[in-house]
Structures are given as structure tokens and as C-alpha cells.
């Protein structure tokens, strides 16, 4: 079982940034590839970044790429995404997630564990 827990999120504005946080606990936080997805009312989740289980390999998607960060810290059994130059559009509830394998993946099907959202809104 793993437990994931998000903070970081809150009000920003346009250009601004923010690093989202998501701490770990349960089975071994460092075997398995994990990812930051997104989600706005009435629309499905989306996939946002992955990152494969050593912190060394990579995914964003094409609307976040350049602005976007994700990274891994497995002694401290923390995900991280740093966010850029907010946009209005990047307004929406964060949630990190864990495989119980590897590599990553981009659906969220493919993904086992999630955390409960930290909402990012992004003022015009």
C-alpha cells in the first residue's frame, strides 16, 4: 500500500511559479515510476509529467514542456513538479500518482495510487 499526500498548491499569479510537493509513505517509494496528472471540473484527468522510478528519464506534456519540472527525491521519498510561467490555463487539481511498476506511463489507468488533489489556480 502506498499513501500519497500533496501541498504546494495554491493562488498565483499569471508568470508566477510554484512547487508542488507529494510525500510518500507505504511500500517502497524508490522502485516505481510516478507522474503528475491534472484536472478541471468537468473534464477527464490529464497527464502532466512522469518520471521513471531512478529520477533520470522523463515525459511532459506538450502544453506544460519548458515550463514544467518534475523531479524525484527517493531519500526523501518525495515527488516534486516546480511550475513556471503560470498560466490561466494551468488553473486546476493537481494530483500525483504512483505505479507499482516501471517504466512511466501516460494513462491514468496504468497508474495504482493517488493522492487526494491540491488545487493550483492561476489568476489573469
Known amino acids: 500500500q502506498v499513501q500519497l499526500v500533496e501541498s504546494g498548491g495554491g493562488l498565483v499569479q499569471a508568470g508566477g511559479s510554484l512547487r508542488l510537493s507529494c510525500a510518500a509513505s507505504?511500500?517502497?517509494?524508490?522502485?516505481?515510476?510516478m507522474g503528475w496528472f491534472r484536472q478541471t471540473p468537468g473534464k477527464e484527468r490529464e497527464f502532466v509529467a512522469a518520471i521513471n522510478w531512478s529520477g533520470d528519464n522523463t515525459y511532459y506534456a506538450d502544453s506544460i514542456k519548458g515550463r514544467f519540472t518534475i523531479s524525484k527525491d527517493n531519500g526523501k521519498n518525495s515527488l516534486y513538479l516546480q511550475m513556471n510561467s503560470l498560466k490561466p490555463e494551468d488553473t486546476a487539481v493537481y494530483y500525483c500518482?504512483?505505479?507499482?511498476?516501471?517504466?512511466?506511463?501516460?494513462?491514468?489507468?496504468?497508474?495504482?495510487?493517488w493522492g487526494q488533489g491540491t488545487q493550483v489556480t492561476v489568476s489573469s
Open positions: 507505504g511500500r517502497t517509494f524508490s522502485s516505481y515510476a
Open positions: 500518482a504512483s505505479r507499482t511498476s516501471n517504466p512511466w506511463k501516460l494513462a491514468t489507468t496504468r497508474y495504482d495510487y
